[in-house]
């Protein structure tokens, strides 16, 4: 059974940093590009960041280009993001999820391309 579960989500001040991890089980992720997503409340999911199978090739939303930094160990199937310089704005629910239609980056994040969406982790950015 494939599941993915993110962890590292909490509450930070604005300007402060958190680590968020997508631990994948039942599924390799030498294969398929990973993304980060997020749902703000009543907003529309937001294609954050995503990583290539193959190390090296990444993709950034401008809104948090320059902020955020996308990663991943294969020998513990885990994908990270590292969020730095948080703002207010970035409050939302966190999602990872993997692109069962391609093993590269594209140039924007489509939510219909991926699967195995875990069940989220709270990001809260007080001011």
């Known amino acids: 059974q494939v599941q993915f579960v993110e962890s590292g989500g909490g509450l930070v001040q604005s300007g402060g940093s958190l680590r968020l991890s997508c631990a994948a089980s039942g599924f390799s992720l030498d294969y398929y590009a990973i993304g980060w997503f997020r749902q703000a409340p009543g907003k529309e999911l937001d294609g954050l960041s995503c990583i290539s199978a193959s190390v090296g090739d990444t993709y950034y939303a401008d809104s948090v280009k320059g902020r955020f930094s996308i990663s991943k160990d294969n020998s513990k199937n885990t994908v990270y993001l590292q969020m730095n310089s948080l703002k207010p704005e970035d409050t939302a629910i966190y999602y990872c999820?993997?692109?069962?239609?391609?093993?590269?980056?594209?140039?924007?994040?489509?939510?219909?391309?991926?699967?195995?969406w875990g069940q989220g982790t709270q990001v809260t950015v007080s001011s």
């Open positions: 999820a993997a692109n069962l239609m391609r093993a590269g980056v594209a140039s924007q994040m489509l939510a219909y391309e991926y699967s195995y």
